[in-house]
C-alpha cells in the first residue's frame, strides 16, 4: 500500500499551478542492503542474511563496474541501469580564434566559448523493465491516503467533532424519557422504570452519533 499526501504549491508562483494540490508519496521508511538482506532472510530462504548482505554488496560493485564500462545490466523484472551524460551545448567542432576543439570530457564551458568539454556531467540512469513498467505497476498498486490527510479531507468537509457532538444531542431527551418510564414503573422501577428508558436513550446517541461522524 501506498500512502499518500497533498502537497499545495505556493500562491505567489507565477505559474499555472499557484495554489494547486498535488498527491505526494509519503514513504515510510528508507531500507538499505543489510535491511533488505534480512527482509529476504525471513522469506524461508536458505541463505543466511549475512550471505545475502555478501552477494547484494558485490552485485552493486560490480553493477557500478559494468556501468562504468559502458555496459548495461538489466536486472529482470526491476531495471535496466545504465550511465548517462547531461551535455554542455557545443557550437562548432574546432574553434580557430581559441584553438580549442570538441573534447570527450568533463567540464564547464566558459561565456563565449563555442566548444570545448562536451559533457557537463554524468549520472546512473535506472530505466525500469518487466514488472516495474508504468503499465504494469498501475495494475498492482494499491493507493490511500494518509491519516493526516484524511482528516484534513474530513474537515473541508465540515466533519468535525464538535457537529458530531451537537448531533448527538437526543441523549438528553433520551433520559428524560426514561426518568418518566421510572416514575410510572412505581415500586417496580427496576423492570419498566429508569434502566429502561437510560438504555434506550444511550443506544439512541450511540446511533446518531456513530452516523454523523462517518459521514
Known sequence: MIELYLSKVTESSETETAGKLYARVSYKQSMDLHDMAHHMAEHNTAFSEGLIVGVLTDFVKCTREM??????????????????VESNGLEVLYDAQSDKVASATMGTLKEGDKTGAAVKAIKLLAQSTGDFTR????????????????????????????????AGGTSNTGSNTGGTGSNTGGTGSNTGGGSTGDNTSGGDHDQDGGTNSDE
Open 135 to 166: 503499465d504494469e505497476l498501475k495494475k498492482d498498486v494499491k493507493l490511500s491516503w494518509t491519516d493526516k490527510t484524511k482528516a484534513e479531507i474530513a474537515a473541508a468537509k465540515g466533519e468535525t467533532s464538535a457537529n458530531t457532538g451537537n
Open 67 to 84: 556501468v562504468l564500462n559502458g555496459n548495461t545490466v538489466k536486472v529482470g523484472n526491476l531495471a535496466i541501469f545504465k550511465a548517462t
